[in-house]
């Protein structure tokens, strides 16, 4: 069992920044892919971003992609920093676990609760 905790959600101006975290605890922490979710109202789950289990590739959905950057550390973190956010990224952000990188949500095995992120315009 994986057990995962987001934080570092809020609410900022468009333009602005966050970063979130994900802690992870429970088995084997560098045994997982881990990656970034997210759910804005009225919306299908997306993927946003994703790191191997070594930290060594990363994945980016096209729409974040030049703004975010996904990492972890050898602890039990991941990271998604935020930049440039646009009123579009408004959501609940969710972290997720498994073996392999995927872009499909229904694939991962493991998830935190969610943080939520509102960028106003």
């Known amino acids: 069992q994986v057990q995962l905790v987001e934080s570092g959600g809020g609410l900022v101006q468009a333009g602005g920044s966050l970063r979130l975290s994900c802690e992870a605890s429970?088995?084997?922490?560098?045994?997982?892919?881990m990656g970034w979710f997210r759910r804005a109202p009225g919306k299908e789950r997306e993927f946003v971003s994703a790191?191997?289990?070594?930290?060594?590739?990363t994945y980016y959905a096209d729409s974040v992609k030049g703004r975010f950057t996904i990492s972890r550390d050898n602890a039990k973190n991941t990271y998604l920093q935020m930049n440039s956010l646009k009123p579009e990224d408004t959501a609940v952000y969710y972290c997720a676990a498994r073996l392999l990188v995927t872009v499909k949500a229904d694939d991962w095995r493991y998830w935190g609760q969610g943080t939520q992120v509102t960028v106003s315009s």
């Open positions: 429970g088995r084997t922490f560098s045994s997982y892919a």
């Open positions: 790191i191997s289990r070594s930290g060594g590739s």
